[in-house]
């Protein structure tokens, strides 16, 4: 059953946006990264497909996945936690769509956000950080935790973004990893 944010809610295939807008989950491919809506705004399109990778550097990735236990029917952390930790966030600013029954699409979920790709990126960076600031704080190494907090401050998300999506060649469908 389709519940608040999710496709199906209005009792047909095609997604509702944050916008209002409808969009037909057929039209998603897997190499959009924003869907230029006519409500004038581009939306993040964001598929299971899309490897974590998108959004930080493999080392990273490796890390999070070293780390972050999870207790679902994902294998691995990967990119349906990160989306989850958007949707938990903005609830109202992210549509998901399950079509784990549709062969047509070549995903099982998609999300489609108020965001655009961008601001979606900061937003997925701004989140992972707060979450590893939350897991440090638990640390018994004050130290460490000192240290964490001190290379935080100097952190700059947006020049993190934007070197990040520079080097990944976001441009085009056939980005690659860092």
Do not use: N
Request: charged share 30%.
């Amino acid at each position: 059953m389709a519940g608040p944010g999710a496709a199906g809610a209005d009792g047909g295939d095609r997604l509702e946006l944050p916008c209002g807008t409808h969009l037909d989950p057929h039209e998603i491919d897997l190499g959009m990264r924003e869907y230029d809506c006519p409500c004038g705004d581009s939306h993040a399109v964001v598929t299971d497909v899309h490897p974590p990778s998108r959004f930080f550097p493999e080392s990273l990735v490796t890390v999070l996945r070293e780390t972050i236990d999870t207790d679902d029917e994902f294998e691995e952390f990967g990119t349906p936690h990160l989306l989850g930790v958007v949707l938990e966030e903005f609830p109202e600013a992210v549509v998901v769509h399950d079509a784990s029954d549709d062969g047509a699409v070549g995903y099982t979920l998609v999300w489609v956000t108020d965001f655009d790709a961008r601001r979606l990126h900061e937003v997925v960076v701004e989140l992972v950080v707060e979450l590893m600031e939350h897991a440090i704080s638990h640390a018994d190494d004050d130290t460490a935790v000192s240290e964490f907090e001190s290379q935080m401050l100097e952190f700059d998300v947006e020049a993190f973004v934007e070197q990040y999506r520079r080097e990944r060649e976001f441009e085009s469908e056939h980005d690659r990893a860092l």
